[in-house]
């Protein structure tokens, strides 16, 4: 993917706040999301992240300030969902991306139109970014792989598959939510290793899973596969996402056809996502160890090899009750989507490979994405081993597994040198009492 | 479930083709479905079958014969989808089809009105009844799932969580497809047990799988569980339903995950929904047999054991090309949802005891129907056990799996002493060659 003047480091914004080099948002970022102020009963619409503000697309779209391939993205991304923007495809991704640089950037002629199309983000409360109508969970490191594996199956813990499919399956779109999502502790069965029968009651080893999410662009039709080499077409951007996970349940229920209740009962996504064109800078060579099986020939590209990985730091941190009181964090780990065993062009192309056909909006997880160290585990079963080791977090509370009243915030961003720092913001959300505690 | 007058086997039709005592839809079925006129730009709508014609309910609506909630419903069950109808619960979805019942019966004032609402089911052509936002497939015949248990894994066909847990797992919506769909043999990877690595190609292994569908109706809120004795309120209606395997790519992807690619490349549903108002006279006593544990509190109720089964008798046939030229088809396995370990009540109440929240229109799959009998069967992965055993068709034609150009239709129907007999109509597929042979 080619750089462009929209990503050009030394681009400042007649909006202050996106020049501060901290900003998750400056003018090089330009992420989409739907919103609507806070508390209001106004139609959710389109906006875009500049600083600390929202860009409300559908104000400037009345404007009709842009034309053409530009302006009619404009109004597609300015609807109540993006999916009509994002079936669109790249050429049209691109053309609004480069007339908002030019809008947004210091000495653009519309400062004033959209001076009063600005909504400062800690007024707005946002919707999911469009219909999710499915949605697939891959499994894409090796090293969450290799963890979790070892506790779910300790004889065999990595399969002869996970090196040359790119694991995935389907996973639940109606229980997504959008960052500040709540959810009650799941009921469900469980059975202790130890125990003759099953039995029923609230999740008593609740988790989190460090993802990141990926949005479809343009679809592909029934029976047609994606190559490698084409599937930048239909991949629109990205987003973090936590996919909630009961791991007492899914211990009983998962064989022999994979999670269900264990997982179904809340997903939540960030708010932003950041396109594909915005995260150009950050793609990284991607390789295969010598010493692992090579990827199969309808994975394999040279583009994968020259650009198929990204570099995109990542972060887990837990917010207690006691914390939340005290407005305190406690960081639980750091990793990096670089590490991810698949890319993401490999796992839309092995996807559609069998005529699956993918429609815009559909989001694709990557999987809990842990690093090869310990501290670098995506959930905290891994980084408790299982429930063996609590962790002892700051303000000396201990947890084994989540308790009810904790929230869960995943950060991310790209740094390199050479180029404007951008992030994804953030995705919060947090467990309640189970309904019906027996 | 009570019965009403509507079930009563005395009642006949002014339309006299629903009055042969072999069509499946007497006046006492009343299935919903999604048409226009086959061919044609029409906007698709709700209709009904009625013999061997559909009444257009959007005809019907635009005359305004009904009223009150007979009325709302007609209104709602006559727009391109069915998910409104659905959502509006079982006092609508009952008053309606009273309403029907009362307009389609011999002595009805509304004859001229509605005869002019009438099309030839030769005459027309159908969609998805419904937009399906999540579709998962239980794995309730426990015949099936010993005897693909022992193929799969030979030391341990039937895992311990089987007889506690309703196995499901979510497959995907978007390659689900209304009777008539044709889609291309899969490609995939796949591994020979003697082969050192996989390889890529199109599918050799493929399968249907003789299921019911199970419509959701009215949904429940995010977080709160549907209960046994509510679930009625919650399940509109049920179709045939053929979820295609690809058994080799799935020997090799499914674990530890499930199924994925080996089942989203297409699943057919038949046209018709057949209510479960039209299907009480055929629901029996479920008991669990005593050498079985005994399902947890949340799965049992006295309901459940007085009339949780649903007696409907399946078949699965098959026509291959040449059968096309002669007009013939052959009979693969009969099979009855009787058999199925869990019940439709028991599937919903445990999809949603975790919180998880359904939407109307979402559908749910029973898993393949297979009875006790080797010839009760519901795929052909069974029939031939596993390929190893070849099957000879009526005209001489041999199949361990599927070819290019064969087509599978599945057919059900109710029949019991003292009601009237009623059918689902079928639902027909066919398998084009693969895109890309290599």
Redesign the interface.
Known sequence: MQLNETHNPQLRSWVSSANTGKTDFPIQNLPFAIFRRAGSSETFRGGVAIGDQVLDLAQVADQALMSGLAQAALVAAAKPQLNEFMGMGRDAWSALREALSLALREGSPFVNELTSALIAQSEVEFDLPCQI??Y??F?TSIHHATAV?SL??PDNPL?P?YK??P?????????I?VSGQS??R????T?APDAS????GP?KRLDYELEMGIYIGRGND????VTIDNSDEHIFGMCLFNDWS?RD?QA??????????AK???STVSPWIVTMEALAPFRRPWHRDEAD?QP???LDSALTREQGALDIALEVLIETEQMREQGELHSLARSNFIHSYWTVSQMVT??T???????PG?LLGSGTQSGPEQEEAGSILELTKGGKEPLSLANGEQRTFLEDGDAIILRGFCEAEGSARIGFGEVWSKV?PA??KK
Not at 252 to 261: C, T, V
């Open positions: 109508g499915d697939t969970d499994y594996g779910f199956r399969l598959n040359w499919v694991i995935g399956y389907h996973g639940r779109s109606s229980s939510g959810f009650r799941p009921m469900g069965q059975k029968e099953p039995s029923f999740c029934f029976g047609e596969a009961a349940i009983w229920e998962y064989q022999p056809l994979g999670p269900f209740l179904n009962f809340a099986p199969l020939a309808y092995h996807h490979v069998n005529g699956c056909n993918m429609r559909d309640l309904l019906n």
